[in-house]
């Protein structure tokens, strides 16, 4: 097989099908990100990739190119794992690293083929992709078209490969559901289902649009909280036990960021609007909005613990990643606060375990510590907004001595407040008395 696009997914799904024996011919454009996985280089940060690279490579069943005509001579099925990023100015998803790809391989297959899309995209790209692939393959040979979406979490992907929780075909060929059924046969019992283009494209946007949902309604019920008096992480705890609603995705703070949820809700939204039903999804215009509103709360929030002025006061950010066990920067709540404070004179130190790197080429301007010691030393106030392990576990005694005063914003409800204030800190956090 080959799989074209080698992001976060194209390079997991590589490596995690070498891992169960298939051969592999990762694709991508850039030739330099396609030495470094040759080399075993993993140009992300995922827990347990950098394994699994070295072992597909290793063991001959994965390598990667850049050539299009190799790629259609190499593979029987061909994965479809390229960004679908939101257009600049709009809500709409940019889809056109996709046709990139159609165009790119289709003249070149010899012989028939699945394509296999993994992106999300808006509902009817399948369809229009299908016939884009018919139109370009040569005569006489027959290309098929199936949506398989990913469930990727990111800091998660490998165990979401190799154990998903269930396997979507959207196909309209007997052939093509059954050359993916053999080819996840080694995942073992999962729960497959067979469905056509429309629902396989609208399985993840409506997974993420629900999550989102969730999300964003306990960072509602943390406003109300704010104005009541009333503790949101209380709360929270006592709606959990309920199992129609459940503890997972109901966790207050500063909101989710990432290259999925934040552009897939709004493309949805886009996509709805351009189908007649937009009154449908309009909901989602709130989650987003109130979403953006936790960033500026938390910004609200260390600003009242310097007396409502950050002019000259150094400030140290704890997180730059939009989630832990994770390198990703995209629509980061961390970096968007950061940057806020520093709009408004505060002097910004960020520190970040693995994301540093992306976040000095993307927010230049920010000032940067290679410790979370470092970056608080001489604050007046330090923010937690991404909660790492090695920031849920800090050592209030050695942070105490070295930050100028001891005032802190929980941007992620992880630390004890009673243990903090008991050590002498102001503590601050969405939602909490």
């Known amino acids: 097989m080959t799989v074209i696009g080698t992001g976060y997914l194209g390079i997991t799904h590589a490596a995690c099908m070498a891992e169960l024996g298939h051969e592999v011919l990762g694709v991508?454009?850039?030739s330099d990100k396609v030495r470094q996985l040759n080399a075993g280089i993993l140009p992300i940060f995922e827990e347990g990739l950098d394994e699994l690279l070295r072992r597909g490579l290793a063991s001959g069943k994965l390598r990667f190119t850049t050539a299009y005509p190799e790629a259609a001579a190499f593979g029987d099925?061909?994965?479809l794992?390229?960004?679908?990023?939101?257009?600049?100015?709009?809500?709409?998803?940019?889809?056109?690293?996709?046709?990139?790809?159609?165009?790119?391989?289709?003249?070149?297959?010899?012989?028939?083929?699945?394509?296999?899309?993994?992106?999300?995209?808006?509902?009817?790209?399948a369809e229009r992709l299908a016939d884009r692939l018919t139109g370009l393959a040569p005569p006489g040979v027959r290309v098929d078209l199936a949506w398989n979406p990913e469930f990727l979490r990111e800091g998660f992907a490998v165990?979401?490969?190799?154990?998903?929780?269930?396997?979507?075909?959207?196909?309209?060929?007997?052939?093509?559901?059954?050359?993916l059924r053999d080819l996840y046969a080694p995942?073992?019992?999962?729960?497959?289902?067979?469905?056509?283009?429309?629902?396989?494209?609208?399985?993840?946007?409506?997974?993420?649009?629900?999550?989102?949902?969730?999300?964003?309604?306990?960072?509602?019920?943390?406003?109300?909280?704010?104005?009541?008096?009333?503790?949101?992480?209380?709360?929270?705890?006592?709606?959990?036990?309920d199992t129609r609603i459940g503890g997972r995705f109901l966790h207050p703070g500063v909101g989710f960021g990432g290259g999925c949820l934040p552009k897939d809700i709004r493309a949805f939204m886009a996509r709805a609007d351009e189908l007649g039903v937009g009154e449908?999804?309009?909901?989602?215009r709130e989650v987003d909005a109130i979403n953006l509103r936790?960033?500026?709360?938390?910004?609200?929030?260390?600003?009242?613990?310097?007396?409502?002025?950050?002019?000259?006061?150094?400030?140290?950010?704890?997180?730059?990643?939009?989630?832990?066990?994770?390198?990703d920067i995209r629509d980061s709540p961390a970096l968007d606060v950061a940057t806020a404070i520093q709009d408004e004179g505060g002097r910004v130190s960020v520190y970040?375990?693995?994301?540093?790197?992306?976040?000095?080429?993307?927010?230049?301007?920010?000032?940067?510590?290679?410790?979370?010691?470092?970056?608080?030393?001489?604050?007046?106030?330090?923010?937690?907004?991404?909660?790492?392990?090695?920031?849920?576990?800090?050592?209030?005694?050695p942070l105490g001595a070295v930050v100028a005063r001891r005032n802190i914003v929980d941007g992620r409800n992880v630390l004890d407040p009673v243990a903090w204030r008991s050590a002498g800190w102001q503590y601050r956090a969405p939602g909490r008395p």
Not at 201 to 228: G, P, Q, R
Not at 280 to 284: G, I, P, R, S
């Open 28 to 30: 991508d454009i850039d």
């Open 77 to 79: 099925v061909h994965f």
């Open 81 to 125: 794992c390229l960004g679908t990023p939101q257009r600049p100015g709009e809500y709409r998803a940019d889809v056109s690293q996709l046709d990139a790809a159609i165009e790119a391989l289709a003249p070149h297959l010899r012989r028939d083929s699945l394509v296999v899309g993994k992106s999300t995209v808006p509902v009817g790209t």
């Open 159 to 179: 165990e979401d490969t190799l154990r998903p929780d269930r396997i979507v075909i959207g196909a309209r060929s007997e052939y093509a559901d059954r050359v």
């Open 187 to 241: 995942l073992g019992d999962i729960p497959t289902l067979t469905v056509g283009y429309t629902t396989a494209e609208l399985v993840k946007v409506a997974a993420n649009a629900f999550l989102a949902t969730k999300i964003s309604f306990i960072n509602a019920m943390a406003e109300v909280c704010e104005a009541t008096g009333a503790d949101v992480v209380q709360l929270s705890r006592a709606l959990s036990y």
């Open 280 to 284: 449908a999804l309009t909901f989602l």
């Open 294 to 327: 936790r960033r500026s709360r938390t910004v609200t929030l260390a600003r009242e613990l310097l007396g409502g002025s950050f002019d000259g006061a150094r400030v140290a950010v704890l997180g730059a990643a939009f989630k832990p066990n994770s390198d």
């Open 352 to 397: 970040d375990p693995a994301a540093l790197d992306n976040a000095r080429k993307a927010r230049p301007a920010l000032d940067y510590a290679d410790s979370a010691l470092a970056a608080a030393t001489g604050s007046s106030v330090v923010l937690l907004l991404t909660e790492w392990s090695e920031f849920v576990g800090l050592d209030r005694g």
